[in-house]
């Protein structure tokens, strides 16, 4: 079983619009949960980290947790061509020692 | 001002040598990590270390041999590359393990 779950879309939404991004994980006792922004040839960059139960906002970003259903999202309002990139989610390991990723989910944000 | 450095970027060698990748952080944290990064972009966890100790080594080939002198550096020696040994590997560090990571700017391995 695949530990970080992702649909490698590609996922297409016009400019202006809200990108949802969606990412699943196996390991129940997993409490630490981020999303990366990579862009072609470069390295990932943290955008969200989140927590707890809920949204956590950040400018046109929100980060949505539900560790009842093992499930974590981000959303990008109104969404700019310049969002157009790999968006990878990120849990901690079952040994507290790592991040696992998913494989990400590639973003084209058309203008 | 740099905060995860990894030198070479690119790097191109011939099947069988053998070759360094160094990483140095400034952010002083104690965790760092190389991951790889395979052709279909897959971020892969090699191996974590916590104040210069090993923590974690997912099942990586005994060819692949992390060092890490003090725990603002983490270098990855690897013997007899081999084709499949081809992608970018990235270095990354957090104030601990499993937290935010941060990571360098890769080092495209390629071998012919």
């Known amino acids: 079983q695949k530990e970080v779950e992702q649909n490698s879309g590609p996922l297409s939404v016009p400019e202006g619009a809200i990108a949802s991004l969606n990412c699943t994980y196996s390991?129940?006792?997993?409490?630490?949960f981020f999303w990366y922004r990579q862009y072609s040839g470069k390295s990932p960059e943290l955008i969200m980290s989140?927590?707890?139960?809920g949204d956590k906002e950040d400018g046109r970003f929100t980060a949505q947790l539900n560790k009842a259903s093992q499930y974590v999202s981000l959303l990008i309002r109104d969404s700019q061509p310049s969002d157009s990139a790999t968006y990878l989610c990120?849990?901690?390991?079952?040994?507290?020692?790592?991040?696992?990723f998913g494989k990400g989910t590639s973003l084209l944000v058309t203008p | 001002d740099t905060a995860v450095s990894q030198t070479p970027k690119y790097l191109v060698t011939q099947m069988g040598n053998d070759k360094s990748i160094k990483c140095e952080q400034n952010l002083g944290h104690d965790t760092m990590y190389w991951y790889k990064q395979d052709s279909k972009k897959f971020l892969k966890i090699m191996f974590s270390?916590?104040?210069?100790?090993?923590?974690i080594n997912e099942t990586v080939p005994n060819r692949f041999s992390p060092k890490s002198p003090d725990k603002a550096h983490l270098n990855l020696h690897i013997n007899s590359l081999e084709l499949g040994d081809s992608a970018v590997y990235f270095c990354?560090?957090?104030?601990?393990?499993?937290?935010?990571?941060?990571f360098g700017q890769g080092t495209r391995l390629t071998v012919v």
């Open positions: 270390y916590n104040n210069k100790e090993l923590i």
């Open positions: 989140i927590y707890s139960n």
């Open positions: 390991d129940r006792g997993s409490q630490s």
């Open positions: 990354a560090s957090s104030t601990q393990g499993g937290t935010e990571a941060f």
């Open positions: 990120a849990v901690n390991s079952n040994s507290g020692y790592a991040l696992n």
